[in-house]
């Protein structure tokens, strides 16, 4: 049967419902799971398909619903998000896990890390980031705020991720339109640093150090340092 205004069959449009991210949000302020609601329901591919206020109704959600993506926040008045994976991670279930908090304590992220959590998201980041990164943790990316870390990689518990390292020559394979001392800049502006920061660790002007971000940002093909961290981090360039 086919739908006469459309001209396709009814059995492929119930295929491209069914084929949207499935996502649950979890968080004790309802004005973050409403704004959260109404930025994901922006987007075709995505629906938010749960909600919970606290730890015990996001674990026994996960578990019954299944959703691709459930997004936690670490404080959930009850039980913690980190709890919440934990109590998960017996169950046979394929959902993706993002912490979406603001905190960023050492031990907070480690411990999320440790659990199994897919992202550790602070909650400053921009709203099209976001949605990026519930597309890209949905295929079975992991994805981590560059402010952590660069926390991860000034602890002991460095260890916590996977530490892809870029030789000269893979770097120069990978990404031959950018320099070398682009290639520092891009690290340190994952690790969260400003321009003038970075003007001071490499002992240039803070004009050449906004410079050398702007080169990076366009030869990465992105908008803006958020994304060229972005980037860098799924590509294991940093």
Known sequence: MYNSIQN??????????ESKIRILIADDHKLIRVGLKSLFSK?????????????????????????????????????NGID????????????????????IKDSDVTDSLKAGVNAYVLKD????????IVRTINEGAMWIDPKAVSVLRNSQSASVIPQK?????NFRAQH??????EYEVLKLVVEGKSNLEIAKMLHISE?????????????LVVD???QAAVKAIKEGLV
Do not use: W, Y
């Open 8 to 17: 396709k069959p009814f059995s492929e449009k119930k295929s491209n419902i």
């Open 43 to 79: 987007h075709e591919d995505m629906t938010v398909v749960s909600e919970a206020e606290n730890g015990k109704d996001a674990v026994e959600k996960i578990k019954t619903q299944h959703p691709d993506v459930a997004i936690l926040d670490l404080v959930l008045g009850d039980i």
């Open 84 to 103: 919440v994976v934990k109590k998960i991670s017996d169950e046979i279930t394929n959902t993706k896990i993002i912490i979406l908090t603001s905190h």
């Open 125 to 132: 980041i921009k709203s099209d980031i976001l949605v990026m």
């Open 165 to 169: 390292t870029c030789s000269r020559a």
């Open 176 to 181: 031959a339109n950018l320099t070398e001392r």
């Open 207 to 219: 004009h050449t150090s906004k410079a050398h971000v702007c080169n990076i940002i366009q030869k």
């Open 224 to 226: 803006d340092r958020t």
